[in-house]
């Protein structure tokens, strides 16, 4: 009985020791988790009349790169949020969907520890960057910040609620993103403290609740890596006006073209973009 009493134990404390470890494990390589920079980067696209390379900083000075892609008569300003695990350099073909469907300028910008842009990324990092490429946006373009219309595509979903809020722009558009770091966190790592523990939580359901513009949001009802309720949680937590657009896809999967349509009704009803929120 004393042995079986002693094994129990062992058994109890060499759990204890592995939980132990890979929490700290966890904790340890957080950021390498949360904003995992692509390994490889393609070639940048040649400047041209309507595209141009952008260096900038950010608010403490950190160096940034961006991608301004122009249009003659633009009918709205759309700022780019990328998701993780990519940089500026695979995007070329959405800015140029957004530039041509609706008739757009579009800034695409890389967060710091991103494609060419210098540092290393966290939560009060990336938000800065993503206040800096607005404030750079809204300058080369000669408008008011509150004129520029945020997309945040995944993580890049935190990025664009922060700006959206903090310059209070008129529209804000959100796909295959989440209500906090922490929800899906929580959902992958059920047996962990994450939620108490993690240093970048990115609570856009808490931001959201300050908004006051237009909310239009998509997400796919297959999405294993930003599960759907998360999505529906940012959704459901905005009390303002808003839209919410699903579909029968993946988080990867290309957007289906009624997505096109139906951006485009909810951009016509928020009227033109060169006329700033009143």
């Not at 300003?77 to 300028?105: M, P, Q, W």
């Not at 790592?189 to 939620?195: A, D, T």
């Not at 309720?229 to 009390?239: A, N, S, V």
Request: aromatic share 14%; charged share 20%; net charge neutral.
């Amino acid at each position: 009985m004393e042995y079986i009493r002693w094994s129990v134990w062992r058994i109890f404390q060499i759990g204890a020791l592995l939980y132990s470890a890979v929490l700290l494990l966890l904790l340890f390589f957080e950021t390498t988790i949360v904003f995992p920079a692509p390994a490889t980067q393609n070639e940048h696209p040649a400047a041209t009349n309507n595209l141009e390379l952008v260096d900038f900083k950010s608010v403490d000075s950190t160096k940034l790169h961006g991608y301004h892609y122009r249009h003659p008569n633009p009918q709205y300003y759309f700022l780019y949020c990328h998701g993780n695990a990519t940089d500026i350099s695979y995007l070329g073909s959405v800015a140029t969907t957004l530039r041509e469907k609706y008739g757009a300028s579009v800034f695409l910008f890389d967060y710091r520890g991103y494609g060419e842009s210098e540092g290393s990324p966290h939560e009060a990092g990336i938000l800065q960057d993503g206040e800096a490429a607005l404030e750079t946006f809204a300058k080369r373009e000669n408008i008011s910040p509150n004129q520029i219309i945020p997309i945040g595509r995944s993580l890049g979903g935190g990025i664009a609620v922060h700006v959206a809020v903090k310059y209070q722009t008129k529209m804000v558009i959100i796909q295959n993103s989440f209500s906090s770091l922490v929800d899906v966190a929580a959902n992958r790592y059920p047996v962990f403290p994450v939620r108490y523990l993690m240093r970048n939580q990115l609570r856009s359901d808490l931001k959201i609740t300050e908004y006051k513009g237009f909310l239009f949001q998509s997400h796919a009802a297959q999405d294993r890596v930003v599960p759907y309720q998360f999505g529906k949680k940012l959704h459901d937590t905005y009390k303002g006006p808003k839209e919410f657009y699903s579909y029968e896809s993946g988080h990867n999967s290309l957007l289906p073209p009624e997505y096109y349509d139906k951006l485009k009704v909810a951009l016509q009803t928020q009227g033109e973009s060169n006329e700033p929120l009143r």
